[in-house]
T-cell receptor, first 111, second 115 residues
C-alpha cells in the first residue's frame, strides 16, 4: 500500500504561515492526496485535496510537487484554533474502499 | 457540523453488556464507514458499506457487528467487549465518484470505555 510520512510535530507562531510537509513517494498516478485535521477528541475535519495541480480553498492551500512524491499543506495565517493533528492521507484507488491514515503531524500554534 | 451525527457521544459499558452505536448522515452519500481510534494510534478502518452492502471487513473481531439498514444509517452493535476495545469510534460517509475522487466526512465520534 502507498503510505505517507509526516513529521510528528511542528510549532508555528500565531499569525504566521504554517507549512506542513508530507512525503508519499510510492503514490500511484491516479491517487488523490487528502488532508484532514483532528482537534482533540473530535472527528477528523476535511481540509483540502488534490491530484496533480495546486489547490486553494478558504481554509488552506495544497502544493503538490511535480513528481507527486510529496506535498505541503499551507495554513496562511495560523490561529490558536488551528492547533490540531493534521493527517495527510491517500485515496487508495486499487481498493476503492480504503483511505490510508498515518500518524499525522501535531501542529502547535503558539501566541 | 459535518452532516454526520453519532449517538451516544460517550458510552461506558461492562464486558457482559450489549450496546449499539448509531450513525446518521444527512448528506445524500452512498458509502459509510466505521473507524476505531485508540489512544495515540492512527485511525483503523473497521467496516465499509457501499450502497448498503458491506464491502470491507478489516479483520474485525465478531464482538463488533455492523448493520446498515439504508444508505443514511449505520449501526455498530457491541457485545462482550474487552477493555482494550476502549477507544473513539468514528463514523464517516462519502459519495462514490468515478476516478477515485471521494471526500469522507466524519462524525464527532463515540468515546467508548469498557470496564
Amino acid at each position: 500500500d502507498a503510505k505517507t510520512t509526516q513529521p510528528p510535530s511542528m510549532d508555528c507562531a500565531e499569525g504566521r504561515a504554517a507549512n506542513l510537509p508530507c512525503n508519499h513517494s510510492t503514490i500511484s498516478g491516479n491517487e488523490y492526496v487528502y488532508w484532514y485535521r483532528q482537534i482533540h477528541s473530535q472527528g477528523p475535519q476535511y481540509i483540502i485535496h488534490g491530484l496533480k495541480n495546486n489547490e486553494t480553498n478558504e481554509m488552506a492551500s495544497l502544493i503538490i510537487t511535480e513528481d507527486r512524491k510529496s506535498s505541503t499543506l499551507i495554513l496562511p495565517h495560523a490561529t490558536l484554533r488551528d492547533t490540531a493533528v493534521y493527517y495527510c492521507t491517500l485515496r487508495i484507488t486499487d481498493n476503492f474502499n480504503k483511505f490510508y491514515f498515518g500518524s499525522g503531524t501535531k501542529l502547535n500554534v503558539k501566541p | 457540523e459535518t452532516g454526520v451525527t453519532q449517538t451516544p457521544r460517550h458510552l461506558v459499558m461492562g464486558m457482559t453488556n450489549k450496546k449499539s452505536l448509531k450513525c446518521e448522515q444527512h448528506l445524500g452519500h452512498n458509502a459509510m464507514y466505521w473507524y476505531k481510534q485508540s489512544a495515540k494510534k492512527p485511525l483503523e478502518l473497521m467496516f465499509v458499506y457501499n450502497f448498503k452492502e458491506q464491502t470491507e471487513n478489516n479483520s474485525v473481531p465478531s464482538r463488533f457487528s455492523p448493520e446498515c439498514p439504508n444508505s443514511s444509517h449505520l449501526f455498530l452493535h457491541l457485545h462482550t467487549l474487552q477493555p482494550e476495545d476502549s477507544a473513539l469510534y468514528l463514523c464517516a460517509s462519502s459519495r462514490r465518484l468515478a476516478g477515485g475522487e471521494e471526500t469522507q466526512y466524519f462524525g464527532p465520534g463515540t468515546r467508548l470505555l469498557v470496564l
